[in-house]
């Protein structure tokens, strides 16, 4: 069965002028859920709003930067939400559930699972997620920064086909339309790197209440392609788009899943850990790993930075401090400082007791770059 993503941003969520709800919107979003879903499509929702709409209800007119005022904002607002959407789902008989994730939700590979497993039976009773960041507990360095990498992180989860990005404008531009009347339309995006190539211009978000732009949609797409997820930035005053999108119509900007596709856990690796430290390696453990496919060795390390255990995700960078893979350690932090430079068979003596042969096995590494 296939599966499908949509998230909407709060600019599409709430009027431009007044901040509240724009209920004509949601309610076209939930009739093409709803009929999405008669289709025979499992259909996740992944919902932004709180703050703007905790904004709202306490007559703030900016959103404010200070964390714990922001995370308050965010536990008045979601509760709005949720209501607004079950009323609504309800009156046309659909079952909806709430699903807030945090990153370190999902940077354990046994919750990731878990999550995994959630959304698989969600599907099979028939009921639609809808997913937000947990604002209220969200740590600042271990949160997804915007809905639209969650939504990209989510696609991946569920191994979803679709991930449409409803937003403000109705597609990609080489530059801000809003800004430049000869800001081109890209309809299609083979390669990401293509849009360097066309110079595109990416700004922020000009709502005052998102907290993503153009570029964190773009990053957003990079993170569903690898995956093997087809993602569509679309109009989102216009959720029926999505039915004609779906039926072969050229609207909005779509990119193409990319050919060389990122296994589960690699993707987990690369896209949801926060790397714990970097390890700096020297030319040839550099030109073995990005060549060659091989597992980084000890001997490749000239410099440990940071403190980590065994299993936490490491950037590995060359000699000048560019990062060129992600991956996980089979040595603290600790054990590398004493081993770095070594030869695998005298890792043992060194330490001890028996360690892996490896520092990072090639099944738990990366290349980023």
């Given at each position: 069965?296939?599966?499908?993503?949509?998230k909407?941003?709060?600019?599409?969520l709430?009027?431009?002028?007044t901040?509240?709800?724009?209920?004509?919107?949601?309610?076209s979003?939930?009739?093409t859920i709803?009929n999405?879903?008669q289709?025979?499509?499992q259909?996740?929702?992944?919902?932004?709003?709180?703050?703007?709409?905790?904004?709202?209800?306490?007559?703030?007119?900016?959103?404010p930067?200070n964390?714990?005022?922001?995370?308050?904002?965010?536990a008045v607002?979601?509760g709005?939400?949720?209501?607004?959407?079950?009323?609504?789902?309800?009156?046309?008989?659909q079952?909806?559930?709430?699903i807030?994730l945090t990153?370190?939700?999902?940077?354990?590979?046994?919750?990731?699972?878990?999550?995994?497993?959630?959304?698989?039976q969600?599907?099979?009773?028939?009921?639609?997620?809808?997913?937000?960041?947990?604002?209220?507990?969200?740590?600042?360095?271990?949160?997804?920064?915007?809905?639209?990498?969650?939504?990209?992180?989510?696609?991946?989860?569920?191994?979803?086909d679709?991930?449409?990005?409803?937003?403000?404008v109705?597609?990609?531009?080489?530059a801000?339309?809003?800004?430049?009347?000869?800001?081109?339309?890209?309809?299609?995006v083979?390669?990401?790197?293509?849009?360097?190539?066309?110079?595109?211009?990416?700004g922020?978000?000009v709502?005052?209440?998102?907290t993503?732009?153009?570029v964190?949609?773009?990053?957003?797409a990079?993170?569903?392609?690898s995956?093997?997820?087809?993602?569509?930035?679309?109009?989102?005053?216009?959720?029926?788009?999505?039915?004609?999108?779906?039926n072969?119509?050229?609207?909005?900007?779509?990119?193409e899943?990319?050919?060389?596709?990122?296994?589960?856990?690699?993707?987990?690796?690369?896209?949801?850990?926060?790397?714990a430290?970097?390890?700096?390696?020297d030319?040839?453990?550099?030109?073995?790993?990005s060549?060659?496919?091989?597992?980084?060795?000890?001997a490749g390390?000239i410099?440990?930075?940071g403190?980590?255990?065994?299993?936490?995700a490491v950037k590995?960078?060359?000699?000048?401090?560019?990062?060129?893979?992600?991956?996980l350690?089979?040595?603290?932090?600790?054990?590398?400082q004493k081993?770095?430079?070594c030869?695998s068979?005298?890792?043992?003596?060194?330490l001890?007791?028996?360690?892996?042969?490896?520092?990072?096995?090639?099944?738990?590494l990366l290349?980023?770059?």
């Open positions: 069965m296939n599966t499908i993503v949509i909407i941003g709060t600019s599409s709430t009027n431009s002028e901040g509240n709800l724009a209920l004509s919107t949601i309610s979003l939930i009739e709803i999405l879903r289709q025979g499509y259909v996740v929702l992944v919902s932004s709003g709180a703050v703007g709409v905790g904004c709202d209800i306490l007559g703030l007119t900016k959103k930067r964390i714990s005022m922001k995370q308050a904002i965010a607002g979601q709005q939400i949720m209501r607004v959407y079950n009323d609504l789902f309800s009156s046309l008989q079952t909806v559930a709430q807030l990153k370190s939700d999902l940077s354990r590979r046994s919750s990731y699972v878990n999550a995994y497993n959630t959304f698989q969600l599907f099979r009773l028939g009921v639609v997620p809808i997913v937000n960041e947990n604002d209220t507990t969200a740590v600042e360095e271990l949160n997804f920064g915007d809905n639209d990498t969650l939504s990209a992180l989510v696609a991946s989860l569920v191994e979803a679709w991930l449409f990005i409803l937003t403000d109705d597609r990609l531009y080489s801000d339309p809003r800004k430049n009347p000869d800001a081109l339309p890209i309809t299609l083979g390669e990401i790197e293509q849009l360097k190539e066309l110079k595109v211009q990416v922020e978000s709502s005052g209440r998102g993503g732009g153009m964190t949609k773009i990053e957003a990079k993170i569903a392609t995956a093997g997820v087809r993602t569509v930035i679309t109009d989102g005053k216009v959720p029926t788009n999505i039915q004609k999108i779906l072969g119509e050229s609207i909005g900007t779509q990119f899943p990319q050919p060389e596709q990122v296994n589960g856990r690699k993707h987990w690796i690369a896209n949801v850990l926060v790397p430290g970097q390890l700096y390696l030319q040839g453990a550099v030109k073995a790993i060549e060659y496919g091989k597992s980084l060795l000890a390390i410099q440990v930075e403190e980590f255990n065994s299993s936490d590995l960078c060359n000699e000048k401090g560019q990062e060129i893979a992600r991956g350690v089979n040595y603290s932090s600790i054990e590398l081993i770095l430079g030869r068979e005298n890792i043992s003596d060194i001890g007791y028996v360690g892996a042969e490896t520092v990072v096995h090639r099944n738990n290349l980023t770059n």
